[in-house]
């Protein structure tokens, strides 16, 4: 039986969101030969010189990118996301998570989701399956998550280990498939 103490919803807070991205990855990797895992993850988008990092989304199932940046070129200062990739993405989550899977990594929850936009329905579609979702929040939009998410979730330190446990004692309770 599940321990009810314990969040379906685990937010991965302290570290920059490059290395919070970086053991997602590596989470995913490790995970992937024996947990079905839908959503996306997070990749910079490898320009130099550019002040804002977002540019790609990139799915666990089928491996596709979708750019959620503008490229203003060197030096331009603010971080202008594109949400046609981000809603691309949210719904190709949608559909993975209809096809089944016993675990949804969604990158991040910031500046699109606050809105009601990005991922917003992804995040919508996985509270609404009871699904297991693992995650992060921007410092900035904490306000935004809690109205959104409040009180199911938890958050979790920015360790691998930390996010291993919660995952053993979730997937512990779940019956196979």
């Not at 666990?60 to 200062?77: H, K, M, N, R, W």
């Not at 904490?142 to 009180?151: G, I, K, L, M």
């Not at 330190?157 to 979730?170: F, G």
Request: overall charge negative; charged content about 20%; aromatic content about 8%.
């Amino acid at each position: 039986m599940m321990d009810t103490s314990v969040k379906r919803i685990a937010v991965v807070q302290g570290a920059p969101s490059a290395a919070v991205q970086e053991m997602f990855h590596a989470l995913v990797e490790r995970w992937r030969p024996t947990v079905r895992i839908a959503g996306v993850v997070a990749e910079d988008h490898g320009l130099p010189d550019r002040k804002c990092r977002a540019g790609y989304l990139r799915s666990i199932v089928s491996g596709t990118l979708y750019p959620i940046f503008q490229d203003f070129g060197p030096g331009a200062e603010a971080c202008h996301l594109k949400e046609e990739g981000a809603l691309a993405a949210a719904a190709a989550v949608e559909k993975d998570i209809v096809a089944g899977c016993d675990l949804v990594l969604l990158s991040k929850f910031g500046k699109l989701e606050a809105a009601g936009q990005g991922l917003t329905e992804a995040f919508t579609t996985v509270l609404a399956a009871n699904l297991p979702l693992l995650t992060s929040v921007s410092p900035a939009f904490e306000a935004a998550w809690r109205d959104f998410a409040a009180p199911h979730f938890e958050i979790l330190p920015a360790e691998a280990e930390s996010v291993e446990t919660w995952w053993r004692t979730i997937h512990g309770g779940a019956t196979s498939h």
